[in-house]
């Protein structure tokens, strides 16, 4: 079993910086694709970002490329979502999830992720 716990969030004003960790222990997440998802009051869950279990490739939300930055420290089991230009909009609980399942490709989708944390929240003010 693993487990996953965010950290890092909290409030900042706009264009403002926040950087998320999502800490994994029980096992290795080393062999695994990791993703950052949000969900925003009254809408449903969304991809933000994922990394593969290298690191060498990555997938982002139309509407946080250049902006935000995924990547992982397998030695440190940790994923992490560096975030910069903090709009209104990107006001959420963010998710850190896991694809145990070895698959060398990376989704998009929350119902390919079997294992979520807790989730941080992120408020922007404007």
């Known amino acids: 079993q693993v487990q996953l716990v965010e950290s890092g969030g909290g409030l900042v004003p706009f264009g403002g910086s926040l950087r998320l960790s999502c800490a994994a222990s029980?096992?290795?997440?080393?062999?695994?694709?990791m993703a950052w998802f949000r969900q925003r009051a009254g809408k449903e869950r969304e991809v933000v970002a994922a990394?593969?279990?290298?690191?060498?490739?990555?997938i982002y939300a139309d509407s946080v490329k250049v902006r935000f930055t995924i990547s992982r420290n397998n030695a440190k089991n940790t994923v992490y979502l560096q975030m910069d230009s903090l709009k209104p909009e990107d006001t959420a609980v963010y998710y850190c999830?896991?694809?145990?399942?070895?698959?060398?490709?990376?989704?998009?989708?929350?119902?390919?992720?079997?294992?979520w944390g807790q989730g941080t929240q992120v408020t922007v003010s404007s």
């Open positions: 029980g096992r290795t997440i080393g062999g695994y694709a």
């Open positions: 990394i593969s279990w290298s690191g060498r490739g990555t």
């Open positions: 999830a896991a694809d145990l399942s070895g698959r060398a490709v990376i989704f998009r989708t929350s119902n390919q992720y079997e294992t």
